[in-house]
């Protein structure tokens, strides 16, 4: 029996009645709405079932929401409907999708760890080249201490972040807040209790 692709994992995961990782926006992002102004174009990064997307939405910036599932985007956009934002979306895989070039004033990268470090590498040097002079990312993810909370997020330590791979890696971009912390979050079922997270806000010159 083959083993099951990524694309079926996350299409079967995604194929439940409720929201798997729920409705509200990530905290973390939500606590950024001060740095967001209307009209700003932004892009949402694998952007699932849209609880991130919408609510970029909301706040009056020109959203893209881009995510590999199909099954997630059909339940985005029924999300959108619900909460009347108005929001672009575009079914493509990340890892061969054409980014683009100073394109974005705002990037949200929340919890994008399905990458391996050769495919992060190529998608962090994307998102650099995607946003727009004085453009904005914000980041969060799991650090590797993940593995022992189990309350979401991949199997694998190499997909995890640490305070010293975004500093190197974002080494050319102005680091604003950059944390490693553990709290408790709630997350629909998918990101659930404990966590060990960190933080990154950082600007293009």
């Known amino acids: 029996m083959s083993e099951e692709s990524p694309l079926e994992r996350w299409n079967s ?5 409720d929201y798997l990782f729920g409705k509200a926006p990530n905290a973390f992002l939500a606590a950024q709405r001060h740095l967001l102004q209307p009209g700003q174009a932004c ?20 959203v893209l929401s881009i995510d590999f599932s199909p099954v997630a985007q059909a339940k985005a956009k029924k999300l959108a409907a619900e909460s009347g934002a108005a929001l672009r979306f575009e079914l493509a895989d990340l890892h061969r999708w054409a980014w683009g070039k100073s394109r974005f004033d705002v ?11 050769v495919q992060r590498a190529a998608m962090f040097a994307n998102i650099k080249r995607a946003l727009k002079p004085g ?19 991949p199997p694998w330590a190499d997909h995890m972040y640490t305070p010293e791979l975004l500093r190197a890696a974002f080494a050319d971009m102005t680091i604003l807040h950059l944390a490693a912390h553990d709290e408790v979050i709630r ?6 209790g404990m966590s060990a ?9």
């Not at 952007?47 to 706040?59: H, P, S, T, V």
């Not at 990037?107 to 760890?113: L, R």
């Not at 453009?135 to 997020?153: A, E, F, N, R, S």
């Not at 997270?197 to 010159?205: E, N, Q, S, T």
């Open 13 to 17: 995961r995604f194929a439940i009645d």
């Open 43 to 62: 892009l949402a990064v694998a952007d699932g079932e849209g609880r991130n997307g919408a609510w970029l939405a909301k706040q009056g910036l020109d």
């Open 135 to 153: 453009g904005l990312l914000l980041l969060q993810g799991y650090t590797p201490k993940q593995l022992d909370y189990k309350t979401g997020g």
């Open 187 to 192: 997350e629909g079922t998918g990101h659930s």
């Open 197 to 205: 997270l960190i933080d990154l806000v950082a600007r293009k010159p």
């Open 107 to 117: 990037i949200a990268a929340i919890f994008v760890q399905f990458a391996d470090p």
